[in-house]
């Protein structure tokens, strides 16, 4: 079985990682401020902001892991606060020393 090597300069890589660096902070920046305006986020916005998928928060929730609230149409939404209590009731601490 023979392996495929693929050999890159990084000299040509470099434009193109700062490019898609410096795109992606513009993004997470502007998804940022949006947020920063709002009382309460979606289940989506969430778990973006928790670095989570939103079937992690979900199932986090249901098993009572996490606070919401639940607003007309049965929508789920979680303040800021419910999202730091969720990570302060989360810490992880090294047992080894």
Same mark, same amino acid.
């Given at each position: 079985? $023979?392996?495929?090597? +693929?050999? &890159?300069? $990084?000299?040509? &890589?470099?434009?193109?990682?700062?490019?898609?660096? #410096? %795109?992606?902070?513009?993004?997470?920046?502007?998804? +940022? #401020?949006?947020?920063?305006?709002?009382?309460?986020? $979606? %289940? %989506? %916005?969430?778990?973006?902001?928790?670095? +989570?998928?939103?079937?992690? &928060? =979900?199932?986090?929730? &249901? =098993?009572?892991?996490?606070?919401?609230?639940?607003?007309?149409?049965?929508?789920? =939404?979680?303040?800021?606060?419910?999202?730091? #209590?969720? +990570?302060?009731?989360? =810490?992880?601490?090294?047992?080894?020393?």
């Amino acid at each position: 079985m $023979s392996g495929v090597t +693929l050999e &890159l300069d $990084s000299g040509i &890589l470099q434009p193109l990682i700062r490019q898609i660096v #410096a %795109e992606t902070l513009v993004q997470v920046e502007g998804d +940022l #401020a949006k947020m920063n305006d709002k009382i309460a986020y $979606s %289940e %989506e %916005e969430a778990a973006r902001l928790l670095g +989570l998928q939103s079937h992690n &928060l =979900r199932d986090a929730r &249901l =098993r009572g892991n996490i606070q919401c609230s639940q607003i007309t149409g049965r929508r789920i =939404r979680y303040t800021r606060e419910d999202l730091v #209590a969720y +990570l302060a009731a989360n =810490r992880w601490t090294s047992k080894g020393g």
